[in-house]
């Protein structure tokens, strides 16, 4: 009975704290715009890749690599979404609301509820990637047929990510609660820091072999990888870094990094958030 | 303990430019005391830099590419300080409370946009300039400067006609509520792209790359690529002096619309009663 009271009270944060993100997200504006919004910052960013791809290549689109890279750039937006947005929403209720000690002192689990606030985020990226990935295909003809793709793979790594990236996301919301300088900060830092190491937009054979291993032990890595191999295996198998690993070899890597991540950020969180009630940084406004 | 009385009142330009350095003074002064911004302000563009830098090795670019990666990724920090720490910083400053304070003091709002503008101008400065000197040193970028005064006559007037843009947009912003943070994030990769930050601007349509010249740094960028790298007047959107007249003239543009934008806004934030507003 214990135990459904507990799963119940994991799901009402879990699912009262997603629709709150969800008007936080988008009620700042009309609808219109914030799917016009939603979609120019990430088709932006595409393309810049896409600008510079061309010049050099002659806008050879058929290449593997710019699949690579193109592939690997639109998936890597659920990365600092997933990751950021959920230390975001320590600083949005601590700071900009004021509303985190109230979420506190309330009958809900704090872990649940900040899962709950990366859901709108996952759903407002989504549409991106889909949208990123459509013009892709349409308009740089990718070559993606979606009568081949790995649905069953793409499935699952999209799933097994998600918890990756939650988990990523608890451990910094933890290090967010904690500090009193550029808490807005590290989730861009770390997301940007493993759009470098992960290899999202190159092999990683191009990096500098000094610093290449840390593309190794990033589970972001490995999911890139099975995201654009399930997407179009033949080209994502074509680049060194991860070929000899077959689909099995990267989704058991994948398993296994995001239970060593799952379980760290557990333990790390428990015990950032006991520090964090203890100092009575809950209700800490910096203004910082 | 009640204050002394103030016995010399400065006024007119006295006033003028004690306000603007007072305001540029937290810029100069207080932003180089915390060093962990200057940390971030310089890892956030090298990131960039670093990933794009590699892009560009993985298809094999020429070498002049990558140094078009350091220098755009360097005058980044310029853009990303005139959108938040100029266009909405008077949005912070009403969030915070600040704003209504300006507005009662007799210092003008002018000069406290100007101290804003050559506070954040200097410490940009040196960020950009951490910036090009680490990316040159991992990358081995290598420079063919054309002519030193050149160089600098454009990037002092690309500055004055950034800062006198963000002037201008800062008196837009005072309306701006939750949108406020949304609009200045939506200028960040738009503009990247459009304004050729890490491609040459004439790779893009001519009419874009028209278009895009209304921002400074589409014109400032390319001319100064044009003067420090080899390949870089084959590569450039327009004559380096035609690009200097209209950044001449884009300055003074922004710098006359500024002061009339501000004084209009300011007018109609008082009677819609927007400035002291907070609405989250």
Request: proline content about 4%; aromatic content about 14%.
């Amino acid at each position: 009975m214990e135990n459904i009271n507990s799963i119940r009270k994991n799901y009402r944060s879990f699912s009262t704290a997603a629709w709150l993100g969800w008007k936080i997200e988008s009620n700042w504006t009309d609808p219109f715009l914030f799917a016009i919004y939603s979609i120019v910052k990430p088709l932006s960013s595409a393309g810049i890749l896409v600008i510079m791809y061309s010049i050099i290549a002659q806008s050879d689109f058929t290449s593997p690599i710019f699949a690579y890279l193109y592939l690997g750039n639109a998936f890597y937006q659920y990365v600092g979404a997933v990751m950021s947005g959920l230390a975001w929403a320590i600083i949005d209720d601590r700071e900009h609301y004021r509303t985190l000690k109230y979420i506190y002192v309330s009958p809900i689990s704090v872990p649940y509820y900040l899962l709950g606030r990366g859901v709108a985020r996952f759903i407002t990226t989504t549409f991106a990637v889909v949208v990123t990935i459509a013009f892709g295909v349409i308009f740089l003809k990718i070559p993606l047929d979606f009568g081949e793709a790995n649905w069953g793979l793409f499935i699952l790594t999209l799933l097994i990510g998600i918890v990756m990236l939650a988990t990523l996301g608890m451990m910094l919301a933890g290090i967010a609660m904690n500090i009193a300088r550029h808490s807005d900060m590290i989730g861009d830092a770390v997301a940007g820091a493993l759009f470098l190491f992960s290899g999202a937009i190159f092999p990683l054979s191009i990096l500098p072999a000094s610093i290449r291993w840390l593309g190794y032990v990033v589970p972001v890595s490995y999911w890139l990888e099975l995201m654009r191999r399930s997407m179009i295996g033949s080209v994502a198998e074509a680049f060194p870094t991860f070929s000899s690993l077959t689909n099995t070899h990267l989704l058991l890597i994948l398993v296994g990094l995001t239970l060593v991540f799952g379980i760290a950020s557990a333990v790390i969180f428990g015990k950032l958030d006991h520090r964090a009630r203890e100092r009575g940084l809950i209700d800490q406004a910096t203004n910082y | 303990m009640m204050l002394p009385p103030v016995t010399k009142k400065a006024t007119g330009w006295k006033l003028f430019w004690l306000t603007a350095f007072g305001r540029a003074y937290p810029r100069l002064v207080g932003q180089q005391r915390e060093k962990s911004w200057l940390f971030f302000d310089v890892f956030f563009p090298m990131i960039s830099v670093a990933s794009y830098v590699f892009v560009y090795r993985a298809i094999q670019a020429p070498e002049d590419y990558i140094g078009f990666v350091v220098v755009g990724g360097a005058m980044t920090a310029f853009w990303m300080n005139v959108l938040w720490s100029m266009s909405s910083q008077l949005y912070w400053e009403k969030q915070t409370g600040n704003l209504a304070l300006y507005i009662v003091s007799p210092a003008p709002m002018s000069a406290i946009l100007m101290g804003m503008s050559l506070g954040g101008l200097a410490a940009t400065t040196i960020r950009a300039v951490s910036v090009i000197l680490l990316g040159s040193l991992i990358f081995q970028v290598s420079y063919t400067v054309v002519s030193f005064w050149m160089l600098l006559a454009i990037f002092l007037v690309c500055m004055v006609a950034l800062y006198g843009m963000g002037m201008m947009t800062s008196s837009l912003f005072l309306l701006f509520n939750r949108e406020a943070w949304h609009i200045a994030n939506l200028a960040q990769e738009p503009i990247f792209l459009v304004s050729g930050f890490y491609f040459p601007v004439k790779s893009l349509n001519f009419w874009v790359a028209v278009g895009a010249s209304i921002i400074p740094l589409t014109l400032g960028l390319d001319a100064m690529r044009q003067l420090v790298f080899s390949t870089g007047a084959s590569l450039g959107f327009l004559n380096v002096r035609l690009e200097l007249y209209i950044l001449i003239g884009l300055a003074v543009v922004f710098l006359t619309a500024a002061r009339y934008l501000l004084a209009y806004i300011e007018k109609l934030a008082v009677r819609e009663g927007r400035l002291t507003e907070g609405r989250r």
